[in-house]
């Protein structure tokens, strides 16, 4: 069975901490990865995609550990709109994406 | 910003009736997906579009499920007797090559009574 698997949460910060999620997928066959944040009963929303290189979007940065099946997500410098459940995603076939069941923050004044 | 649209944002259907979803994806994109998701659990695949025919499937899309693409624009998803089972949010998505990001749509939600 193909799984991903998250820390379960929640995590309560409060602004301006740094907060890291963590992932663990089962399929080696896996080639491509992302982070997607999901609001309250809306749309998942593309975040950032994951490279073996790792890879940084402003205060957001993300890790790929191939060899032991582990992606990584930091946000620095935590504001009150980063609060949202985010999504560990990855390919797990020629055109389908595994969802992990997310990890929800929430950013406190 | 090119986005997924899917209508009606909110369906409530008896259970046993049929219901069709749509979905335009996002007009260059090739590969047009389902997703679904019951609420409070995580986001389940359903199916995949390539090429007007059906990709990949998971297996939850049983024989009750059925896609098509009727025209250039649009893209559907019928479930034939719908069961209560059925309730969720259904989520269209799109994306311009296989094996990358995808896009989503706002969702329908499903609501079987």
């Known amino acids: 069975r193909k799984e991903v698997e998250q820390d379960p949460g929640p995590f309560n910060v409060p602004e301006g901490a740094t907060v890291a999620f963590n992932c663990t997928y089962s399929?080696?066959?896996?080639?491509?990865f992302f982070w997607y944040r999901q609001d309250c009963r809306k749309e998942p929303k593309l975040l950032m995609s994951?490279?073996?290189s790792g890879n940084e979007d402003g205060r957001f940065t993300a890790q790929l550990n191939r060899a032991s099946q582990y992606i990584s997500l930091l946000i620095r410098d935590s504001k009150l709109s980063d609060s949202a459940t985010y999504l560990c995603?990855?390919?797990?076939?020629?055109?389908?994406?595994?969802f992990g069941k997310g990890t929800m923050l929430l950013v406190s004044p | 910003e090119p986005e997924v649209t899917q209508t009606p944002s909110h369906q409530v259907t008896q259970m046993g009736q049929e219901v069709i979803l749509r979905c335009v994806p996002i007009?260059?994109?090739?590969?047009f997906y389902w997703y679904r998701q019951i609420l409070g659990q995580k986001v389940e695949f359903l199916v995949s579009?390539?090429?007007?025919?059906?990709?990949?499937k998971s297996e939850i899309f049983d024989d009750q499920f059925s896609v098509e693409r009727p025209d250039g624009s649009n893209f559907t998803l019928k479930i034939r007797s719908t069961k209560l089972e059925d309730s969720a949010m259904y989520f269209c998505?799109?994306?311009?090559?296989?094996?990358?990001?995808?896009?989503f749509g706002q969702g329908t939600r499903l609501t079987v009574v």
């Open positions: 998505a799109s994306s311009p090559v296989v094996d990358t990001e995808a896009f």
């Open positions: 399929n080696s066959a896996s080639q491509s």
């Open positions: 994951v490279y073996s």
């Open positions: 995603v990855v390919n797990s076939g020629y055109s389908t994406l595994t």
């Open positions: 007009s260059n994109h090739l590969y």
């Open positions: 579009f390539y090429n007007n025919e059906i990709s990949e």
